[in-house]
């Protein structure tokens, strides 16, 4: 019995140094250092000081589901214009010609109104002090009677004079599975 005392406490140090010795820092796992955390002074960049407009590029959306009536097409957004300003943490949206929910007609009501909101702030949340953007986007008919909308908030990723991403979820820089991308106009 006596040996047994004297092994077991060597045994869990030698399993403790394996497991330690064992871990791998190249591992697919999310650590919440490869996505940058941005300050109040990058916000700038995207405002350019006064007002600087962007267009959306591209949308990743790697859990798109096409039953949602909410869901949101990158072709809907190609012709809109995004203006952020430095006085509020509002922007404001030229929309183009083709509408997210313009078809949307289920045969009760006719989605008439497209809505949009959206914000650009600096907060301290889940992902860090960072920067980020709510994005709201949605549909009312003529009387108001029926209506949908979706809220999404994005963490700033990557952001230079002429390009930003936004995206959401724990995820390794560039390899985004929900994303808005930004190029300026």
Not at 15 to 29: T, W
Not at 61 to 77: A, R, V
Not at 102 to 122: H, P, R, S
Request: proline content about 3%; hydrophobic content about 35%.
């Amino acid at each position: 019995m006596k040996n047994y005392n004297s092994i077991i406490p060597q045994l869990l140090s030698l399993f403790l140094l394996i497991s330690l010795l064992s871990c791998n820092s190249d591992d697919d796992s999310f650590d919440g250092g490869n996505i940058p955390l941005f300050t109040e002074s990058d916000m700038p960049m995207i405002h350019g000081n006064s007002e600087k407009t962007w267009r959306i590029t591209e949308l990743i959306n790697d859990y798109y589901n096409p039953s949602d009536p909410l869901e949101i097409e990158f072709s809907c957004l190609a012709d809109d214009e995004y203006t952020f300003s430095s006085v509020t943490n509002q922007f404001s949206v030229n929309l183009g010609d083709d509408k997210c929910f313009g078809k949307n007609d289920d045969g009760i009501f006719t989605a008439d109104v497209e809505i949009f909101d959206g914000e650009l702030v600096f907060m301290d949340a889940s992902d860090g002090e960072t920067i980020y953007l709510r994005y709201s986007r949605g549909y009312m008919n003529a009387d108001g009677t029926a209506q949908g909308i979706s809220i999404r908030y994005y963490t700033l990723a990557e952001l230079s004079e002429s390009r930003m991403v936004f995206y959401r979820g724990n995820i390794k820089f560039g390899e985004y599975k929900e994303a808005i991308v930004f190029e300026a106009i």
